[in-house]
């Protein structure tokens, strides 16, 4: 009982804080590039700048690739290998996009503001091209697909390094953390991000998809892409700004083209019941002619007899037409030859 009740609390708590937020806040946190996020960059470009040169020339790192992937995790520890096949999923572009927007795509329906979806979408495009290019340009293969043993593989073809995987849940899950309104929420995502993006990262060595430098340079490239997104936010804005200009011109058209509504009708007095049920006649107009008044007939003057009084007259004669070759009744017929 005492559980549900603090349940309770606490949702009611949850939705009292979001009915508090039912537009645009006045003020958003928007990040800009202070003087510790610019030393953070510039930090992290030397660490993926570092890692590259380290694979290129071969050197310990590529080495100790080559002895984890001998190593192979999969097979020292089987039982979580069921487990880590779904949670890689985390690191999946389409799955992690889609769950991140949804999350988003709400918020910016509550807050009346399309700022969080333009920024995702702005990051996803940065991931997209700069983890793309480094990928096709080093094409480096993976553990699964090695030809030499102790080569750093680099330059035949593949699309391996960094990891996109790792990069992806760093940028994805990251941007929560990015697009949080409160110090407090800024630093429980970013923890929540920070442990999400290492997990994937050592599942993909686990199965042996990627080597561990695959996954050192994924962590670099996406908190690379974090970093400088307060780089872009003067765009953002001027996107968000355009769609809301786009939206007040089709609102205006539409109501353009709505035609204007009729003026209502005079109300029709009704009558009762019982002169309604008569029929009106509509008094008809004295129809002049053109003819002058008809002279009175005169009759004949002299008694009038009805029909019944009149004597009945029989005709004289046979009503039958009279035929040549017959003989009238009573007279003798000559007998036939």
Not at 7 to 34: C, G, N, Q, Y
Not at 130 to 140: F, H, N, P, Q
Not at 192 to 202: C, K
Not at 271 to 294: D, F, H, W, Y
């Amino acid at each position: 009982m005492r559980t549900e009740r603090k349940l309770t609390r606490r949702l009611d708590r949850v939705f009292a804080r979001l009915d508090r937020e039912p537009e645009r806040p006045a003020h958003i946190d928007v990040p800009r590039m202070s003087r510790h996020r610019a030393v953070l960059f510039s930090s992290t470009l030397a660490f993926y700048l570092a890692i590259v040169w380290a694979v290129i020339t071969t050197s310990w790192l590529v080495r100790l690739d080559w002895r984890v992937m001998f190593f192979r995790p999969y097979q020292q520890w089987p039982g979580i290998h069921a487990f880590l096949d779904y949670y890689v999923v985390l690191g999946q572009r389409g799955p992690t996009a889609v769950m991140v927007a949804a999350w988003l795509g709400w918020r910016s329906w509550r807050q009346h503001t399309v700022r969080p979806l333009l920024t995702l979408a702005a990051s996803l495009l940065l991931l997209n091209i700069t983890v793309g290019a480094a990928k096709l340009g080093m094409g480096r293969l993976g553990p699964h697909y090695a030809t030499v043993i102790g080569s750093n593989e680099m330059g035949l073809g593949g699309d391996i390094f960094p990891s996109g995987h790792t990069a992806n849940a760093v940028v994805t899950w990251g941007i929560l953390a990015y697009l949080a309104s409160t110090a407090r929420a800024r630093r429980w995502l970013s923890a929540l991000s920070a442990i999400t993006s290492l997990g994937v990262g050592l599942t993909t060595v686990y199965l042996g998809t990627h080597w561990l430098s695959d996954v050192l340079l994924g962590w670099a490239a996406g908190l690379l892409i974090l970093l400088a997104l307060p780089w872009f936010e003067p765009l953002i804005s001027r996107a968000e700004n355009a769609l809301f200009a786009l939206r007040d011109r089709l609102r205006a058209r539409r109501r353009r083209t709505v035609p204007a509504p009729a003026a209502p009708l005079a109300p029709v007095a009704l009558q009762p019941l019982a002169k309604a049920a008569e029929p009106s006649v509509p008094a008809r107009e004295p129809v002049t002619s053109a003819r002058g008044p008809r002279p009175p007939i005169h009759l004949a003057p002299g008694p009038h007899t009805a029909r019944s009084d009149r004597t009945p007259v029989t005709p004289a004669g046979s009503r039958r037409p009279p035929h040549a070759d017959r003989l009238p009744r009573g007279a003798s017929q000559a007998a036939r030859p």
